[in-house]
């Protein structure tokens, strides 16, 4: 079964992460399936908007974590390359999705944490249903945020926000994303797919070329340091992840219990 379904729905072209099971947690084979649907859909001259959602009861519960449980075990070097490649792997879906010329809607139940999180900033505009719950979730691994978080939650929320809510990694709800910026409508859960296709659909029937300059214009108030900032999250990621801390972090959420890192001391 793949991780990513496409389906084009006249002019929507959708996106769906597919591992329902998991919460639509992502792996590797998730993150280029992803990667590559973006691609597909910036290039399908067709598609004149896109649609980015999850199968079954949640949007995407963050990172796969039995795949980082399977690295903690390597010597502190090799994990930071490991890490590296993994998180540099995001990068495409991003870019992608920031810079192709089309509008992207993200439709956002259940849960919405670490790179599902970014996905929600990374849309143009983004609906959640009311009962829709988000995190950073990163510090609780002892590390850093991936998936350009950084750059695109500051810039949804501002930075104070960003930073409360990146270093407690405190969970919020749907009614707090709208407040801070994060999402721009709440619906009720059963009617989020109906709700945001007619967003779509009424997307698509605007004006592509205004959309596309729009969008361009948008990306330069910030300058262009996303794309810089991407590679800058991937060395501080994989230098995390070389810490003990990153391994106390992730065997206490496989083990189901706090991290314990007092015992860690600053470097």
Do not use: W
């Not at 990667?35 to 959602?53: Q, T």
């Not at 670490?114 to 988000?134: K, N, R, T, W, Y």
């Not at 596309?212 to 999250?233: C, I, N």
């Amino acid at each position: 079964m793949p991780s990513v379904v496409v389906q084009r729905r006249e002019a929507v072209f959708e996106i769906m992460l597919n591992r329902p099971e998991v919460l639509n947690a992502a792996n590797r084979e998730l993150i280029g399936e992803l990667a590559d649907a973006a691609s597909e859909a910036a290039e399908d001259r067709s598609a004149r908007v896109v649609l980015l959602r999850g199968a079954g009861a949640h949007f995407c519960a963050g990172g796969d974590i039995t795949m980082f449980g399977e690295l903690v075990g390597l010597p502190p070097a090799e994990r930071r390359k490991a890490l590296y490649g993994i998180v540099d792997g995001l990068h495409p879906l991003l870019i992608h999705l920031r810079h192709m010329p089309k509008p992207v809607v993200a439709a956002v139940q259940g849960a919405a944490a670490g790179v599902g999180l970014s996905l929600v900033a990374a849309a143009d505009l983004a609906l959640a249903a009311e009962d829709a719950i988000f995190t950073s979730g990163y510090i609780h691994l002892g590390t850093s945020p991936d998936g350009g978080l950084t750059a695109l939650l500051a810039r949804a929320v501002g930075l104070k926000h960003a930073a409360e809510l990146m270093l407690l990694g405190d969970r919020f709800d749907a009614a707090r994303a709208l407040q801070l910026g994060l999402v721009n409508r709440l619906v009720p859960s059963a009617a989020l797919e109906a709700e945001a296709m007619a967003l779509a659909a009424r997307l698509a029937s605007g004006p592509i070329h205004a959309y596309a300059r729009t969008k361009a214009l948008l990306q330069a108030t910030f300058g262009d340091a996303f794309d810089a900032q991407l590679r800058r999250e991937t060395e501080s990621f994989a230098a995390c992840a070389a810490t003990e801390e990153f391994v106390e972090g992730v065997r206490a959420f496989l083990e189901k219990r706090r991290p314990d890192f007092s015992a860690h001391r600053p470097a």
